[in-house]
């Protein structure tokens, strides 16, 4: 069965702070890991990763995908109060399928 | 422009009737999905179609029946709703060569 592992399940820092959140997974057919960031409705796109080794930016966002181990991270640095959401970390599998894992929530305290 | 927008965003309704939940994207995208998020905040999939061909069904009650009636719409038929069925209800697209769907806003379903 394919699994999909975030941890932690919640986290609370405050604003300056750097955080790292975890994503491992064992599924058949990886095609790609993306993560997502929710906060009251729509996840919105934040990365895919297909290639190991090689570090996505954005901003203050980054990630990273090590496909021998099975696991991506997701760093935020100086975080601030909108970095407070859900974040989701899914696989793409074939036939475009997606196994979602349970989210991080994270919350930055100002 | 909403890319990707599903109606309505709040339904209330008791056990036993029917419902249908509509959704539409503008983004020429060949793939489309409806993923259930439960209380849990769990995204799972329910069905996926491309080209307007079911293509992935995944252990969902017979209850639950997708509709295209072409490539920019995929609507979501319940029948007999049951307390469970109460979640938030998402609908996305995506290229057909890529995974990267875009979400719709959801669809809050309360069944009382």
């Known amino acids: 069965e394919d699994k999909v592992v975030q941890s932690p399940l919640s986290l609370v820092v405050h604003e300056g702070d750097t955080v790292t959140l975890n994503c491992s997974y064992e599924?058949?057919?990886?095609?790609?890991l993306l993560w997502y960031k929710q906060e009251k409705k729509a996840p919105t796109f934040l990365f895919m990763l297909?290639?190991?080794?090689i570090e996505k930016k954005s901003g203050r966002l980054s990630s990273i995908l090590d496909k021998k181990e099975l696991f991506s991270i997701l760093n935020i640095t100086a975080t601030q109060t909108g970095d407070s959401a859900v974040y989701l970390c899914a696989v793409g599998i074939w036939n475009n399928d997606m196994r979602f894992g349970a989210g991080t929530r994270l919350t930055v305290k100002p | 422009d909403t890319a990707v927008s599903q109606t309505p965003k709040y339904l209330v309704t008791q056990m036993g009737n029917d419902k249908s939940i509509k959704c539409e994207q503008n983004?020429?995208?060949?793939?489309m999905y409806w993923y259930k998020q439960d209380s849990k905040k769990f995204l799972k999939i329910m069905f996926s179609?491309?080209?307007?061909?079911?293509?992935i069904n995944e252990t969902v009650p017979n209850r639950f029946s997708p509709k295209s009636p072409d490539k920019a719409h995929l609507n979501l038929h319940i029948n007999s709703l049951e307390l469970g069925d109460s979640a938030v209800y998402f609908c996305?697209?995506?290229?057909?060569?890529?995974?990267?769907?875009?979400f719709g806003q959801g669809t809050r379903l309360t069944v009382v």
């Open positions: 996305a697209s995506s290229p057909g060569h890529s995974v990267e769907a875009f």
């Open positions: 983004l020429g995208h060949d793939t």
């Open positions: 179609y491309n080209n307007k061909e079911l293509i």
């Open positions: 297909t290639s190991s080794g």
């Open positions: 599924v058949t057919n990886f095609r790609s």
